[in-house]
T-cell receptor
Framework: AQKVTQAQTEISVVEKEDVTLDCVYETRDTTYYLFWYKQPPSGELVFLIRRNSFDEQNEISGRYSWNFQKSTSSFNFTITASQVVDSAVYFCALRPSNTGKLIFGQGTTLQVKP | DTEVTQTPKHLVMGMTNKKSLKCEQHMGHRAMYWYKQKAKKPPELMFVYSYEKLSINESVPSRFSPECPNSSLLNLHLHALQPEDSALYLC????????????FGSGTRLTVV
């Protein structure tokens, strides 16, 4: 079965705190792709990162960082020094190699309070 | 141009109406998608077009009818919808099989009355 689990439904932090959003996936494919998207209240899905299954190198982009561990089937996302503008719903998604379909987790709603 | 453009942004329609949602991209992507997103839920795939041919239909009711007139344009024709079809409809495109450049539009928020 192909599945993505985001166990944290809602997270609330105070501005400048660090926050980690968890993502665990299930797939039997050896080649697959993992994504993170941000969905602000306006509704559009904003692409944050894509990782293929052969690239376990962690990535940092400004205040964002991602930790991909195949051994635990996890692809966690950390925001350092959170800001109010980071408030949104964040989705982790899995794309199996043989299909164009994105399988989304249930999403984590992040609220950053001033 | 790195955008997927969806029109209209908002649509209210009666259950007997016929309407269409439009999606356009000029990134040269050869795969295009329709997703449906209910409130507080993740997007769910409806249709996939690959090289202008329908490749995936996720058992969507026939009152939703997709159309891909050319490689840049994707339509979703709506007819005899139900109030439970009210949702955010998202279009996306990608370069093809590798998940590269998977880009979403800002969506059409549909209300069926």
């Amino acid at each position: 079965a192909q599945k993505v689990t985001q166990a944290q439904t809602e997270i609330s932090v105070v501005e400048k705190e660090d926050v980690t959003l968890d993502c665990v996936y299930e797939t039997r494919d050896t080649t697959y792709y993992l994504f993170w998207y941000k969905q602000p209240p306006s509704g559009e899905l904003v692409f944050l990162i894509r990782r293929n299954s052969f690239d376990e190198q962690n990535e940092i982009s400004g205040r964002y960082s991602w930790n991909f561990q195949k051994s635990t089937s996890s692809f966690n996302f950390t925001i350092t020094a959170s800001q109010v503008v980071d408030s949104a719903v964040y989705f982790c998604a899995l794309r199996p190699s043989n299909t164009g379909k994105l399988i989304f987790g249930q999403g984590t709603t992040l609220q950053v309070k001033p | 141009d790195t955008e997927v453009t969806q029109t209209p942004k908002h649509l209210v329609m009666g259950m007997t109406n016929k309407k269409s949602l439009k999606c356009e991209q000029h990134m040269g992507h050869r795969a295009m998608y329709w997703y449906k997103q209910k409130a507080k839920k993740p997007p769910e795939l409806m249709f996939v077009y690959s090289y202008e041919k329908l490749s995936i239909n996720e058992s969507v009711p026939s009152r939703f009818s997709p159309e891909c007139p050319n490689s840049s344009l994707l339509n979703l024709h709506l007819h005899a919808l139900q109030p439970e079809d009210s949702a955010l409809y998202l279009c996306a495109s990608s370069q093809g099989g590798q998940g590269v450049g998977y880009t979403f539009g800002s969506g059409t928020r549909l209300t069926v009355v």
